[in-house]
């Protein structure tokens, strides 16, 4: 499926076609808030799982769904998220399937398997405003050098995280009351794709319109600014 089609769909909160799995549909922020935010974020970490994460050396072939199915084999508790995750998005209860050529995991009449995770995984990212930052990968020349690194990454798990001055909750909060025809429960109908889209098409919007009250109150300098580059209706990155 073609990116535009399913930036589309999730727009328009339409279930997107996956092939030989089924429809995946995003939750509206009124499920995941009776849901529990931190087990929606448990649940996209479970099917969001991504081998360059993991501290191993795998071969080239191995690939995130083979990650993904054995952590639900062999791990019961990822497996009971996995499978509630799973559930949420495709309204099927999965299993898992092995035969003699393949492994993958049913749901319904369809099934997850190598050919289709990574699109699952795009369309979930996509969705949920989620971008995957991997850690650069350490290759230590010896053993001081590994002592070296493993005290480099001891010392920066203990620096404090920077508090985020906005989140989920304060955007949600923030377009609620804004003067844009939304109300709160509007808002709680929505999936997270159309939140986070009416965030930034609000802030185009704003910042086009101060520049034209600015232009026109001579308060700034015209010939510095391209006006095709600041319209609202320009895409977003």
Not at 27 to 40: G, T
Not at 104 to 110: D, S
Not at 192 to 205: E, K, M, P
Request: charged share 20%.
């Amino acid at each position: 499926m073609d990116e535009l089609d399913i930036h589309f769909k999730l727009l328009g909160g339409r279930p997107i076609y996956i092939e030989q799995a089924g429809y995946l549909s995003l939750p509206s922020l009124e499920i995941i808030v009776d849901l529990n935010m931190s087990m929606y974020n448990s649940f996209l970490a479970s099917l969001l799982i991504d081998k360059s994460m993991i501290k191993s050396d795998f071969d080239s072939k191995v690939t995130n769904f083979d990650i993904f199915y054995a952590n639900c084999y062999h791990n019961e508790e990822f497996k009971a998220t996995a499978f509630a995750a799973i559930y949420l998005f495709f309204n099927e209860t999965p299993n898992l399937q092995e035969s003699y050529e393949n492994v993958y995991i049913e749901i319904g009449k369809g099934q997850i398997n190598h050919s289709n995770f990574d699109m699952i995984q795009k369309i979930i990212r996509l969705g949920n405003n989620v971008e995957i930052q991997n850690e650069p990968e350490f290759k230590p020349a010896n053993s001081r050098a590994k002592k070296m690194i493993e005290m480099i990454l001891k010392n920066r798990a203990k620096q404090p995280k920077v508090k985020e001055k906005i989140d989920l909750h304060s955007i949600v909060a923030g377009l609620a009351w804004k003067d844009n025809g939304l109300s709160l429960f509007d808002l709680y109908k929505m999936n997270i794709y159309q939140i986070y889209n009416g965030l930034h098409v609000s802030n185009n919007i704003d910042n086009y319109h101060h520049t034209i009250t600015a232009l026109y109150a001579g308060t700034l300098d015209g010939k510095s600014i391209k006006m095709a580059d600041i319209h609202w209706a320009n895409k977003l990155k």
